[in-house]
């Protein structure tokens, strides 16, 4: 019954049912029959050559991106874990302080707070502030087809609710601190891998029991514990015959730095809910903003061959216009703003408009595809997955870096208390539960984000009355927005 | 070879004992037929007098006694798939490492002032009794310890150096031997700093014995580490009838209910042998789950650590004081 459950909810695509599947777990005696057919997969994959030399690591991470160089690091520092040999292998060169630009760069990641105590427990954070680093205390999600808005931010301003930080920065800082563990952490840059061998599931004779990794530049290494974080098109799962769930969004993500007409306390992050799609700016400092701004393929190329004035108008526009508003809503959304004002009389927040403006940084305009994509599994014998490899997001919700450093976490205290306990790293009962923690936490999620997008992308009155008034509600209603924006954080 | 067929005679004795139904008959039987066959195997060179049952458990695994070369590696496969086969037959005994390698260590640590780095237990040197495929050793020497892994079985032992050829690191820390305890007793006194005997005891005839001979090889203040099954009603329907006849969470005829032992009569048989007992905790395993837990009660499986005293105990029977040790060790 567990299988058969199993087999249906895999090949059905509605987000709710992913929920479901991940929140099961993976019972160890239950799941024995389940557990064959997984050896026969895993078989299936291998070839049939002999055993081969190399040298034999405990830990090798593929793929040094933010989330894989914070893998490094956070292995590199945990303590129980000293002494084991870990590899990085990244097929870029190396990041440094140095090589990050005056100019803002164009991809920008918001950080929550679980993200911002993980890089400070392995002393990247004191990198980043010294680099740049901008904090915001509040966020305002409204809607282009209503005047229902939602504000988050933590009681007094004087906290932050996140940061925003670019993607390079990030990446500097680590590699920063993964200098100073040169001993316990190797990095090499410039390897792409051409080829992985996984071993059978349990010992075979003649076989080599580890992984088997081999480099363009020839060379083979071992590993007891292969940890793939090499993004959305993941070869480590792909060649471990991890099934995926993904599918294409028929958007693409233009991203740009804008510059403000005026200075301001820039302390706030803006998201607008178009029919063709989110637009939001965050904050990189009083006078600059990055824009992340999704939308069909199409709409997409035409911003992109936009002169910057041009561009800069329909990025204005899109904030501020009313175009898509109807009577009949903004008739039912006011009365029931009342209604709610009269239960709840602090319920409601002002709609603030974002500052307006007026131009964009030189060549910062570049676009990417979007998509969404969830592993089915996590892990597997000697392998695990973490970041865009195991999960891939639309970048509405600013979750896509934090679910991954949250993956960094989880999978360090695993593999920290399997070693003070003397196990074999690459054996997969505490992977077992780093998948169940980790899924239970982002399943939900990524269904939360997906069914949102689906939900604000039409102009149905029905749709937008639902999500008006819902918003609305959401809004009033602080405790709820507590334990969303808690939630948002781990 | 020879042993072995004897064994494996014995082991299938034992089969149709436990099957029996009356089981106050199946003991008065096979306590008469042990005799016989201890008394057989006493002129026997170069086999341990105390590890017959030891062997009885194992020989079924031999699925050829006098066998042909070529079929010694499919042997060795079907040893190597069944010891390390982490949800096969012994799948109790890799899920049994969650507690008792954090007893080993910590225990030690606790002894002997441990520091919490990446090898605490590195500078240790520790004999595992009846070590088998290797199950207990792995973890202990991942964890910086100097193992020295004893089983008179030679093909577990052969099993066990294949298993940890392929790592480096454990190449270094592990060291099998094909013996019995007191084979190595004479030439290893006072080396040890820690002896574990983990589902041995209940498979020894001559119980005080063996801990004399832990007590020779253990240097002075160093810890002997049992885990073993008590002698109960409930510990003959849970260990045999339950775990070896209806879940077949053992091969058949692994143990007999004759030979285990109760924490208080091992207690006993270590303090009149120069031991001090630190600390005995009841375990217990969910065959649902596939994992074990510390209970309070001893009644089934139990773990119990004892220090090695400093001043050589005295000819005569005699008890410790303190009656009641600590039950809880943490």
């Given at each position: 019954m567990v299988i058969c459950s199993r087999a249906i909810v895999m090949s059905f695509?509605?987000?709710?049912l992913l929920v479901v599947r991940g929140l099961w777990g993976r019972p160890s005696m239950l799941s024995l029959p389940w557990a064959v057919k997984r050896r026969l997969v895993c078989l299936a994959s291998h070839s049939v050559e002999g055993q081969v030399e190399g040298e034999v690591y405990d830990v090798i991470i593929s793929g040094g991106g933010m989330v894989g160089t914070a893998m490094a690091c956070s292995l590199g520092f945990d303590p129980n874990l000293e002494g084991k040999k870990i590899l990085l292998l990244e097929a870029g060169g190396k990041k440094t302080?140095?090589?990050?630009?005056?100019d803002y760069g164009t991809r920008v990641s918001s950080i929550n707070l679980g993200s911002a105590t993980l890089l400070s427990a392995v002393g990247a954070w004191d990198h980043i502030l010294n680099m740049r680093c901008k904090p915001f205390k509040r966020m305002q999600v409204w809607d282009a087809c209503s005047d229902a808005l939602i504000t988050f931010d933590?009681?007094?301003?004087?906290?932050?609710?996140g940061y925003v930080v670019e993607n390079d920065v990030i990446v500097a800082a680590l590699t920063k601190q993964l200098d100073s563990l040169k001993g316990q952490v190797q990095v090499r840059y410039r390897s792409r891998v051409v080829k992985y061998t996984w071993p059978p599931p349990y010992h075979v004779a003649?076989?080599?029991?580890w992984v088997q990794v081999e480099l363009a530049n020839g060379q083979q290494l071992q590993t007891k514990l292969l940890i793939g974080a090499?993004?959305?098109?993941?070869m480590v799962r792909r060649t471990a015959g991890i099934r995926t769930i993904q599918w294409n969004y028929d958007q693409s993500a233009v991203v740009a730095v804008l510059h403000l007409s005026e200075p301001t306390e820039n302390n706030v992050a803006w998201q607008r809910f178009l029919p063709s799609g989110p637009i939001a700016m965050l904050p990189l400092s009083d006078s600059a903003s990055s824009l992340v701004w999704s939308t069909s393929h199409q709409h997409a190329e035409d911003l992109l061959s936009l002169d910057e004035e041009t561009f800069t108008d329909a990025v204005n526009s899109a904030f501020w216009?009313?175009?898509?508003?109807s009577d009949l809503i903004d008739t039912a959304g006011s009365v029931f703003r009342s209604a709610l004002s009269l239960l709840i009389p602090y319920g409601s927040s002002p709609r603030q408009l974002p500052p307006s403006v007026a131009g964009i940084g030189p060549q910062s305009r570049a676009t990417f595809p979007l998509g969404v994509g969830h592993a089915?599994?996590?892990?597997?014998h000697r392998g695990a997955l973490i970041g865009d490899a195991a999960h891939r997001v639309h970048p509405l919700a600013g979750q896509g870096v934090n679910l991954g450093f949250g993956d960094v976490v989880c999978l360090t205290q695993h593999l920290s208390k399997a070693a003070f306990d003397g196990?074999?790293?690459?054996?997969t009962p505490h992977l077992l539960e780093y998948e169940t923690d980790r899924q239970r936490h982002n399943l939900p999620m990524m269904a939360a984000i997906d069914a949102m997008k689906r939900l604000y992308s039409t102009k149905m009155a029905p749709f937008v009355l639902l999500r008006t008034l819902g918003l609305q509600a959401t809004n009033a209603i602080s405790p709820l927005k507590d334990q969303i924006v808690a939630f948002a954080s781990k | 070879m020879e042993a072995v067929r004897v064994f494996r005679t014995r082991g299938m004795l034992a089969q149709l004992c436990h099957n029996a139904r009356c089981f106050r008959l199946l003991s008065t039987l096979t306590a008469g037929n042990k005799r016989q066959k201890l008394q057989d195997s006493?002129?026997?060179?170069?086999?341990?007098?105390?590890y017959k049952t030891v062997m009885i458990c194992k020989a079924h695994?031999?699925?050829?006694?006098?066998?042909?070369d070529s079929s010694e590696i499919k042997k060795f496969q079907a040893l190597a798939n069944k010891w390390w086969?982490?949800?096969?037959?012994?799948a109790a005994l890799h899920s049994m490492n969650d507690l008792r390698v954090p007893f080993v260590r910590d225990n030690l640590l606790n002894l002997n002032g441990g520091r919490k780095s990446?090898?605490?237990?590195?500078g240790y040197k520790i004999l595992d009794v009846?070590?088998?495929?290797g199950v207990l050793s792995e973890p202990l020497a991942r964890l910086g310890a100097c193992i020295t892994g004893i089983d008179p079985v030679e093909d577990s032992i052969k099993t066990a150096q294949l298993h940890q050829s392929f790592d480096p690191f454990l190449d270094k820390h592990i060291h099998y031997k094909a013996c019995a305890l007191e084979d190595i007793t004479e030439e290893a006194?006072?080396?040890?700093d820690g002896v574990v005997a983990s589902e041995v005891v209940e498979h020894v005839s001559n119980v005080e014995s063996f801990i004399k001979c832990c007590h020779k090889i253990l240097k002075p203040e160093a810890s002997l580490f049992i885990t073993t099954i008590n002698k109960t009603k409930l510990s003959y329907v849970?260990?045999?009838?339950?775990?070896?006849?209806?879940?077949?969470?053992?091969?058949?005829?692994?143990?007999?209910?004759?030979k285990f032992i109760s924490p208080v009569e091992l207690e006993r048989i270590m303090e009149s042998n120069g031991f001090s007992v630190k600390s005995i905790k009841g375990m217990l395993y969910n065959p649902i789950s596939g994992l074990w837990s510390w209970i309070d009660?001893?009644?089934?499986n139990y773990a119990i650590h004892a220090v090695k005293e400093k001043v050589p105990p005295e000819p005569d029977y005699c008890r410790s004081e303190d009656k009641d040790q600590p039950e809880d060790r943490t």
């Open positions: 695509i509605p987000s709710g302080f140095d090589s990050v630009h005056q933590k009681g007094n301003l004087e906290d932050e609710m003649e076989r080599s029991p090499d993004g959305p098109n993941s216009s009313n175009e898509y508003h089915s599994e996590y892990i597997c196990k074999d790293l690459g054996s | 006493m002129t026997r060179p170069r086999v341990g007098f105390f695994l031999n699925t050829a006694s006098s066998t042909l086969d982490q949800h096969g037959e012994f990446g090898f605490p237990l590195s009846g070590c088998g495929g006194m006072e080396t040890f849970f260990g045999i009838l339950v775990a070896e006849n209806m879940l077949k969470l053992l091969p058949k005829g692994t143990h007999e209910w004759e009660s001893t009644a089934i």
